[in-house]
């Protein structure tokens, strides 16, 4: 393990922090297996002085930031993911993020980013007062990879060259500004003009659709909601026929395991002239088809019980322990994998996607492929190329609730980012629909990440099945409006018209923005770990701003609203003044706009 750098605070200054050449030419080239390159850097400041944010801290403790000396695994987890990782650290979490890191100091806010690419390497932090009680930062520079040999020998392939240290306030432009860089991205590529998604799940039923109900709310939606573009067929279109049961009996997933045999596809009375046909009845109705697919197999699946070599043996999800992974570094699986997605998007005509239980593939970090080349990072912007490749230049990629916390690297394929929980089973609990926000908080105030996609806080609908009263669903309302975040409709709403949340449905959908800037006024990322932001500022592309006020409490709250003018509320009609405060109700919301 090989130390390569130490600085103190005279080189936390704004800009880039780079090795020097000298740093960087005495890199071998050729590394022992399981090499690391270790930077570490002292702040200076007293530990205890000092707060420390990592996008792992939300997913694992349900917490954004901690103290500099403060034991982050004393009692907390996270209501998402209670503690099935909790055991891990946090910088070394067992699946691949993008590794933002800040640093909240006592007389300023700093802040680093890792690796200035996602493909070859992975940054471990690690912080914690020295013997002085000063906070250190270490950053473990790792290669992808199978098995530690094969890829260390890429070190030249790192782009590890350069860290980012920031002291400016305007951690906004200065984030986005280095990533655009990076990308080689301007946001303009990267917020295409998609409109908004229904899609077939958020609604109690699931897997129960037919070709007639996507027909008949293809109809309603053509009538009642303009701003709809995109009809998506969700997991259950290859289920519950009894042709694609498992083995064992199960009903299994719309996963990859149905296109091994595709001849059991055919014959599916709920869909008598086949996806094609789906396909073209959205089409015919205005709108663009797209479909949910996963590259996951279920086990009971024919291809896992009769090819199990071609898929990985370690990669496995905590909470669904039956999913199997495919290996990508075999060329009989890119093969097959390529027939499938000819079949969707060439055969069937889909000109979209949301990708479901797929990164686990090629993040979880015990991932050991079979096959010596690319690292399994390469083969994920292989296998996005691949869909990329079959859609058209406009397509939709909507890139569902994975492992990742919002890095921006496969925003280059990607469109829309899921980054937390299907919304009908998070937002009628309390601790999770906070935790939510707070993740928004920072991919899209502190990160900007709504620059290179749209942010998805999953879809927006009716919510019966978990009786959502019409306070909360006007705060979730408002939160997905103020985050910049409603990207998905949800529900049957064609046979609910008369039903007192469409009209609220109907809001959202008209006042729904992708892409727009979000700034919260007043927030204070270092104060509370827990709370969201009460006020969000989204600032439109084409001018226009939004005001989303949440109250998280339960009790009647007054918050300020910013700016000046009258605002009047969509969800409510009520009107209110800039500068002043509102009151607002117990988990309730409001949505301003200029009145």
């Known amino acids: ?124 932090w690690e912080w914690g007062p020295n013997k002085s009680g000063e906070l250190v930062v270490t950053a473990r520079l790792v290669p992808w990879g199978v098995d530690g040999e094969s890829r260390s020998r890429r070190c030249e392939g790192w782009f590890l060259k350069h860290f980012q240290c920031e002291l400016a306030p305007s951690l906004f432009d200065s984030y986005n500004d280095a990533i655009a860089r990076q990308l080689g991205l301007t946001p303009a590529q990267k917020n295409p003009d998609v409109g908004l998604t229904w899609a077939t799940w958020n609604d109690g039923v699931f897997r129960d659709i037919d070709y007639d109900r996507i027909d008949a709310m293809c109809a309603w939606l053509a009538r009642e909601l303009p701003q709809v573009r995109w009809v998506q067929a969700d997991d259950g279109w290859a289920g519950p026929a009894a042709t694609i049961e498992n083995e064992d009996g199960t009903l299994g997933m719309s996963d990859f395991g149905v296109f091994y045999k595709p001849e059991r596809l055919k014959g599916d009375p709920r869909f008598p002239g086949g996806m094609r046909a789906v396909a073209d009845m959205m089409r015919r109705h205005g709108f663009r088809p797209a479909l949910w697919i996963t590259p996951a197999v279920m086990a009971g699946q024919p291809l896992y019980l009769e090819k199990p070599e071609w898929f990985l043996t370690e990669a496995r999800l905590n909470w669904m322990p039956e999913m199997r992974f495919l290996d990508f570094s075999r060329a009989d699986v890119r093969e097959f994998v390529e027939g499938a997605l000819d079949l969707v998007f060439n055969e069937w005509g889909f000109e979209g996607t949301k990708l479901d239980f797929w990164t686990m593939t090629f993040e979880e970090t015990n991932v050991r492929l079979s096959e010596d080349g690319p690292t399994a990072v390469e083969w994920m912007n292989w296998f996005l190329a691949q869909i990329r490749r079959r859609i058209p230049d406009d397509g939709l990629m909507l890139h569902c609730i994975g492992l990742p916390f919002g890095g921006p690297w496969r925003s280059k394929y990607c469109d829309h980012f899921r980054y937390y929980a299907d919304s009908e089973g998070s937002c009628g609990v309390q601790e999770m629909v906070r935790e939510q926000a707070v993740w928004a908080a920072y991919i899209a105030g502190l990160y900007g990440l709504t620059r290179f996609w749209g942010l998805n806080g999953d879809g927006f609908g009716l919510f019966d099945h978990i009786q959502l009263p019409a306070d909360e669903h006007r705060r979730w309302a408002a939160f997905m409006l103020g985050s910049g975040s409603t990207t998905e409709l949800s529900g049957w709403l064609y046979r609910k018209a008369d039903h007192p949340g469409v009209p609220v449905v109907r809001t959202v959908a008209a006042h729904a923005a992708l892409g727009s800037r979000i700034e919260l006024p007043g927030y204070d990322y ?32 007054d918050i300020p609203v910013p700016g000046s003018g009258m605002w009047r509320c969509v969800l409510t009609g009520q009107v209110v003044e800039g500068g002043q405060t509102v009151t607002v109700p117990p988990r309730d919301g409001l949505a301003l706009v200029l009145a």
């Open 1 to 124: 393990m090989q130390a390569v750098s130490s600085r103190g605070t005279e080189d936390f200054a704004p800009g880039w922090i780079a090795l020097s050449d000298a740093e960087w030419e005495s890199l071998p080239t050729d590394l022992p297996p399981h090499s690391e390159v270790v930077v570490t850097l002292c702040t200076g400041w007293q530990a205890s002085e000092c707060h420390v944010h990592h996008p792992a801290l939300i997913r694992l403790a349900g917490r954004s930031i901690v103290r500099g000396d403060e034991d982050w695994k004393q009692g907390w987890h996270s209501p998402l993911t209670q503690n099935m990782h909790f055991e891990e650290p946090v910088g070394a979490p067992g699946f691949g993020i993008y590794p933002p890191i800040v640093v909240f100091g006592p007389d300023g806010t700093g802040w680093l980013t890792g690796p200035t690419s996602e493909v070859a390497s992975r940054c471990l």
């Open 526 to 557: 270092a104060a509370d770990p827990v709370l969201p932001p009460a006020v969000w500022l989204r600032l439109d592309r084409d001018g226009g701003r939004l005001i989303g006020i949440c109250n998280w409490t339960d009790a009647h709250t």
